[in-house]
C-alpha cells in the first residue's frame, strides 16, 4: 500500500468522502436557485427579511459611502450645502435611506426636503471627486470639498482637486460625459 492511502479503523473511505463533497456542491447550488427564485423584485426587496427593514439596494444603485459608518457624505446633510453654503453634519434622529445608504439630516425639514426631491440635492456623479470623474476614475471625497455649480453639488477629495475644477469648465464636460463609463466599473 502506498504511503497515505491507508486509513484507519473507522475512517470513511475515498469514496465516501467524495460523493459527500459533490452533494454538499449540489446542495449548494440548489440553495442559490432557491433564493434566485423567490418572488418579488429580483434586485431589489424586502422578501424574507424582518418587517421594517429598508429596500435591499438593487445592483444598479451605487453612492459612494463611508464603509465603517454606512452613511452618504460621512453623515453631512446634503440639503444643508445649499442652505448653509458649508458642510453640516446631520443628526441621527433625522435619517433616511435612498439608494441603499442611510443619508443624515439637520432638521426634519431638510429631511423632507430631500425625500421629496433626492435628484436636486444628492451629489453628482454619486458622491465622487468630479476631477476625477473627469479623468475617467472614481474616487472617493472629503465631504467638506464641495461646490456648487449651476444646481449641481459637487465633491472632491483635495481642495486643489476643488479649485481646479471650479476654474476649467471643459472639466465638468468631460466629467459628464465620462460618468457613465466610470459608473460602470464601480463595485456595487
Keep these: 500500500m502506498k504511503a497515505g492511502t491507508r486509513r484507519g479503523r473507522g475512517a470513511p473511505s475515498l469514496d465516501v468522502a467524495h460523493h459527500a463533497g459533490r452533494l454538499a456542491r449540489k446542495a449548494g447550488a440548489l440553495a442559490l436557485l432557491a433564493v434566485m427564485a423567490l418572488p418579488g423584485k429580483a434586485d431589489a426587496g424586502t422578501a424574507g427579511l424582518p418587517s421594517g427593514l429598508p429596500e435591499l439596494p438593487s445592483l444598479t444603485e451605487s453612492v459612494q459611502h463611508d464603509v465603517q459608518s454606512g452613511l452618504a457624505l460621512h453623515g453631512y446633510d446634503p440639503v444643508a450645502y445649499r442652505l448653509e453654503g458649508q458642510a453640516v453634519a446631520g443628526d441621527r434622529a433625522y435619517e433616511i435611506v435612498y439608494q441603499g445608504v442611510v443619508w443624515r439630516f439637520v432638521s426634519a425639514a431638510n429631511r423632507a426636503a430631500f425625500r421629496d426631491a433626492p435628484e436636486i440635492y444628492a451629489p453628482a456623479f454619486a458622491g465622487f471627486d468630479a476631477s476625477a470623474v473627469a479623468q ?53
Design 136 to 188: 475617467g476614475r472614481a474616487v472617493d471625497t472629503d465631504p467638506q470639498q464641495f461646490a456648487i455649480i449651476g444646481s449641481r453639488l459637487f465633491l472632491f477629495r483635495t481642495a486643489e482637486n476643488r479649485k481646479r475644477f471650479v476654474a476649467d469648465s471643459t472639466l465638468l464636460q468631460k466629467a459628464d460625459g465620462r460618468w457613465a463609463s466610470v459608473s460602470q466599473t464601480l463595485t456595487r
